[in-house]
């Protein structure tokens, strides 16, 4: 059994429990902006699932080729939170994210591989995608969702995404090479993979507010 497995089963066993507490946190951050839902389970230990989304456009050129690239982030997770020190917690679970890069090649003309072709004889593009639609997560943080009244809260960790995922597509029309044209696409891919490999350890950083009761 992997990890992300083991994590996904105990927080199925958590919301099981006799719940002793509950509360709600609005949140933003580097997964997006959304809510929590979370409960106490123990004087210690406490759940939550939560939503949050984002999407932002702006240009990205990780090889020779220069994109119009729109970044849509989508996280669900399902958290449990130890606090053996007061406030201070340790938290791991599962995000279960559908976070990718829309891409579309600019200019009037691409350099793929070295090779050079007209814009309006091909068009280009794409989409990167995580290498794990169901991510584990482990961090540190302060506060509890759960936690009566009014508090704030922050998270600090790392969602293990995987190598992200590229894919790209390109009509073949005009004086364009086809069989050339495939063979530079999927070196293009391989780079674009290759430049954005360090986004499989995807760093979180949450900051909101809980209302508890």
């Not at 083991?6 to 609005?26: D, E, H, R, Y």
């Not at 210690?44 to 982030?73: C, E, M, N, Q």
């Not at 669900?76 to 917690?89: E, K, T, Y």
């Not at 280009?124 to 995608?129: P, R």
Request: proline fraction near 4%; glycine fraction near 12%.
């Amino acid at each position: 059994m992997n990890l992300a497995k083991i994590l996904v089963a105990a927080a199925l066993v958590a919301v099981t429990l006799p719940a002793q507490a509950a509360g709600v946190g609005l949140r933003a951050g580097t997964t997006g902006v959304g809510a929590d839902i979370g409960w106490s389970l123990a004087p210690t230990l406490s759940a939550r699932v939560g939503y949050s989304a984002f999407s932002y456009s702006h240009h990205l050129s990780p090889t020779d080729v220069r994109y119009d690239a729109k970044l849509k982030l989508s996280n669900l997770s399902a958290l449990l939170d130890f606090s053996p020190l007061g406030p201070f917690r340790l938290t791991g679970g599962v995000i279960a994210n559908d976070n990718k890069y829309n891409l579309s090649g600019t200019g009037s003309t691409y350099r793929i591989n070295g090779n050079v072709y007209q814009a309006s004889e091909v068009g280009l593009s794409g989409t990167v995608t995580s290498g794990r639609s169901l991510a584990p997560y482990l961090g540190i943080g302060y506060g509890n969702v759960a936690g009566a009244g009014v508090n704030f809260y922050f998270d600090l960790g790392i969602m293990f995404m995987g190598s992200p995922k590229a894919s790209l597509a390109a009509s073949c029309g005009g004086s364009a090479n086809c069989a050339q044209l495939r063979n530079d696409l999927n070196r293009e891919q391989a780079r674009i993979q290759d430049d954005l490999r360090a986004f499989k350890y995807y760093p979180v950083a949450n900051i909101g507010l809980t209302i508890g009761f």
